[in-house]
């Protein structure tokens, strides 16, 4: 079966504190698109989100001010004493903590129903594009697959939803938070002094100056780390992956050293990425404790002066320590969006993938398909290669017929299976099914008339029956058992713990290679396809089992359209018609017998492949 080759496949997980570096291409649209497209129709909620992080800021902001009431009354109330007065009214200031334990309960109630809406409303939102995404995937043509590798599809799926929804999540509320606290705060600070607000104020673009260095140095060491933790994670699945390899071909030495290197990298741009940031909080208290001292020497100034009240100035105080956090709050924000947007872009570039276009044109009665197959003239090259893999084939074959498909690799044999079954479409000529091209089935109606064994085997995690079941869902116990005899594999399967009720593990470890290829052949017979292709399908069955199914097969095949791709030129002695491939075109066709009397290509083939079995 030949293949085109992938790149290399390295994927890992990433951290979510190291994205914030990446950004989008284009970070305007994206957002548009995200709005309009997603949360547009979560307007209510949204509204709601609003009104309840606004509140719960407000009502947090004047907890100060009320208590810087209390403290006043208790000043106050001590002076009164100290000057032969009633001393301090308890009462009144039992008042004022009330109002403030008030207050504080409903910023907390606030907060938490703004809180969970937006949480609902992430949820939501990455739900729908969860299932926008698998719907997509299953739209998509084959050739957007040999332009990705696993990786960055599932990266897709995982990494960039979690990072969307995590990011929505906290981003939307600390906008509004942030914003809200810094404005109200100006505005309580304004209320108590002017003076000490603009002392206050003249902090912000220091802030801002020394928040803007940190992160900008910070960011390259993010960017590496990123990059590194990538190669680290990388490396640890190919050499899991490949691990009786490494230990077969001694090659642990090797892979520690690498290992080594990468994660020494890591750990050097991990450090300072870290420290930098950690950075951040220290000196930004740092510049909030000078303004500190600088108010409290002004305060303590209008104080003496009766200016302002003691209780103003615990007020004011706290204010001004409050009144740099959201700077750092608004940076880290800043670089959740880059990440939620960036996130956000890639998902909808692959939502926005050409899909498969349908080009049914008429009713076509499937029952009445008999399995003639015509091709004419047919040529193809993938749209990533400029070779052409197939030139001018033409070819006609009956119903019934066993047809095999022979030639070296990269003759484009299993290409010819994917043009029948519209993987790909043909870029000039036609195929042709009972009379009508192939394009004029639905993908779905037309893959119906096909079963098809590969060489690479797929179960999936679950019971034996299943797996035997999942061409035909609704099949009885007693179809699935007589598939199951079919192929061979009956008996196999009663020897199982739980026969057919035996869990395959989600990797197929739990069975040997040729037991997989046997339960695949039994599902497509189960199904009773019309036209069968096997594709190298006993590569990975040893002699004695092949021989056992090989007349299962046959009984199979009667009746049917069969195509036999095939590089043991022994198995497929008895084919109808033997198409002989090489650089994409047809250079024999015949028998067996007639293309071994012609002592040409498939002469030559037959004959190094007995020569070859005979040495062995």
């Known amino acids: 079966m030949e293949q085109r080759p992938k790149p290399i496949r390295r994927f890992g ?6 994205v914030p570096t990446e950004k989008a291409k284009d970070f305007k649209g994206t957002t548009k698109k995200l709005v309009k497209d997603y949360l547009s ?3 209510i909620k949204l509204i709601i989100i609003f009104i309840f992080a606004v509140g719960s800021t407000i009502f947090s902001i004047i907890g100060p001010k009320v208590l810087g009431n209390a403290t006043t009354e208790i000043f106050n109330g001590i002076m009164r004493k100290i000057s032969g007065g009633s001393g301090i009214d308890f009462g009144k200031i039992g008042g004022i903590l009330i109002t403030l334990l008030i207050l504080y309960v409903a910023s907390a109630v606030f907060s938490l129903i703004q809180g969970f809406t937006m949480t609902n409303v992430s949820q939501k939102l990455t739900y729908k594009l969860r299932t926008d995404l698998v719907q997509k995937i299953n739209k998509l043509p084959m050739n957007y697959f040999d332009k990705k590798t696993n990786g960055e599809v599932l990266s897709i799926i995982t990494n960039d939803i979690d990072t969307l929804s995590q990011n929505l999540n906290q981003s939307i509320t600390q906008v509004i938070t942030a914003i809200c606290t810094i404005v109200g705060i100006a505005i309580m600070m304004l209320t108590i002094s002017v003076q000490m607000t603009l002392i206050s104020i003249l902090i912000l673009p220091i802030s801002g100056l020394v928040v803007g260095k940190i992160v900008k140095k910070s960011q390259k060491y993010f960017k590496r780390q990123q990059d590194y933790l990538g190669h680290v994670n990388g490396q640890v ?3 899991y992956g490949g691990h009786t390899i490494v230990k077969a071909f001694n090659g642990e030495e090797k892979a520690i050293k690498e290992f080594t290197k990468a994660n020494e990298e890591l750990y050097h ?13 220290p000196i930004m208290n740092f510049i909030g404790n000078i303004g500190y001292v600088a108010v409290a020497i002004l305060g303590g100034y209008y104080a003496a002066h009766g200016v302002i009240t ?8 706290q204010y001004n320590k409050q009144f740099t956090q959201p700077i750092g709050q608004i940076a880290q924000i800043s670089s959740m969006i880059q990440a939620m947007i960036a996130a956000a872009e890639r998902v909808f570039e692959f939502l926005e993938e050409t899909e498969e ?3 049914n044109k008429g009713n076509i009665d499937e029952n009445s398909i008999k399995g003639n197959i015509t091709f004419k003239n047919v040529e193809f090259k993938y749209d990533n290669s400029d070779r052409t893999i197939i030139n001018n084939f033409s070819a006609e074959i009956k119903q019934g017929q066993k047809i095999a498909i022979v030639g070296p690799t990269g003759a484009g044999k ?3 299976v994917k043009l029948l079954m519209r993987f790909y479409d043909v870029n000039k000529g036609e195929i042709l099914i009972d009379g009508h091209n192939i394009k004029d089935f639905t993908r779905g109606a037309l893959r119906k008339q096909f079963g098809m064994v590969l060489q690479d085997t797929w179960l999936f995690g ?3 029956r299943d797996n035997i079941k999942y061409g035909k869902p609704d099949a009885s116990q007693a179809e699935v058992i007589e598939a199951a005899k079919a192929a061979n594999v009956h008996h196999f399967i009663k020897t199982l713990p739980n026969s057919y009720d035996m869990i395959i593990n989600e990797e197929s470890t739990n069975i040997s290679a040729g037991q997989k290829q046997l339960l695949t052949i039994a599902r497509v017979i189960l199904t009773d396809p019309k036209i069968l292709i096997l594709d190298e399908a006993t590569s990975s069955i040893d002699t004695r089992t092949e021989l056992q199914i090989q007349s299962a097969m046959d009984n199979l095949m009667k009746g049917r359209t069969s195509f036999i791709i095939a590089h043991r030129l022994s198995t497929i002695k008895n084919a109808d018609l033997i198409l002989v491939l090489n650089n994409g075109d047809i250079v024999e066709k015949g028998t067996h017998e007639e293309l071994l009397k012609q002592n040409g290509f498939y002469a030559d083939l037959y004959n190094s492949q007995f020569t070859e079995e005979e040495a062995g």
């Not at 003691?310 to 105080?317: A, D, K, L």
């Open 13 to 18: 997980p990433g951290s979510k504190n190291i």
């Open 41 to 43: 129709q979560y307007k």
């Open 237 to 239: 699945e190919e050499i």
């Open 269 to 281: 741009s991990a450090w300072k990425s870290q420290f930098l940031s950690g950075l951040m909080h």
């Open 310 to 317: 003691v209780g103003n100035i615990q007020s004011f105080i």
């Open 357 to 359: 276009i349908e080009t």
């Open 414 to 416: 299993t290409t010819i």
């Open 462 to 464: 679950g019971t034996v």
